[in-house]
């Protein structure tokens, strides 16, 4: 069974190491540097260099379909047999996202809803970008139901760095 670990930047390296990862996405501002942890082989390793916002802003990159296809992509290329790791600044925001992103791509047939209430189950701070979701809702053709189920969650308890977290999927 695959698994998605989620964290903050500054969790990264410890959270590959605890959980043995073999992939890493990255979603931060395309200019903040990020170590890669040596474990993991840089074909194993996406950087989406977007900003966390909704609507366009001067000097900011918005989340596209771009962007969200490199993720489709590299999460149906993974091959399952070790741990991914998804992480963005706070681990709030973007990763929590892309990790809702990856379940409904490795799930097509998942009810939207049941990942969106274990996402929520397993981190309480967790607030998908919802540029993110709306992107992903409309290149897996799920019919707006991503983007409710996300908007069902609710916005996450306030928090200046999310805890590492897994998604469960079964």
């Known amino acids: 069974m695959p698994t998605l670990h989620v964290c903050s930047l500054a969790r990264l390296a410890e959270t590959v190491a605890v959980t043995n990862a073999s992939h890493l996405v990255t979603l931060i501002n395309a200019d903040t540097p990020v170590l890669r942890p040596a474990c993991i082989p840089p074909e194993r390793h996406l950087f989406i260099g977007v900003n966390d916002i909704t609507t366009p802003l001067d000097g900011a990159i918005l989340p596209g379909e771009e962007h969200v ?4 992509d590299f999460v149906r290329r993974w091959d399952r ?7 963005c600044y706070a681990g709030i925001s973007r990763s929590t996202a892309a990790a809702y992103i990856s379940a409904c791509t490795l799930f097509p047939d998942a009810d939207e809803m049941r990942l969106a209430v274990r ?19 409309s290149v897996l053709g799920r019919d707006g139901r991503m983007c409710k189920a996300i908007a069902a969650i ?14 469960p999927f079964v």
């Open 69 to 72: 296809m490199a993720l489709v």
């Open 81 to 87: 047999a070790q741990p991914l790791v998804i992480h």
């Open 119 to 137: 996402l929520r189950a397993a981190s309480p701070t967790a607030t998908p970008n919802g540029r993110l979701i709306e992107t992903a809702d």
């Open 154 to 167: 609710g916005i996450g308890t306030l928090a200046y760095e999310g805890e590492p977290f897994h998604l």
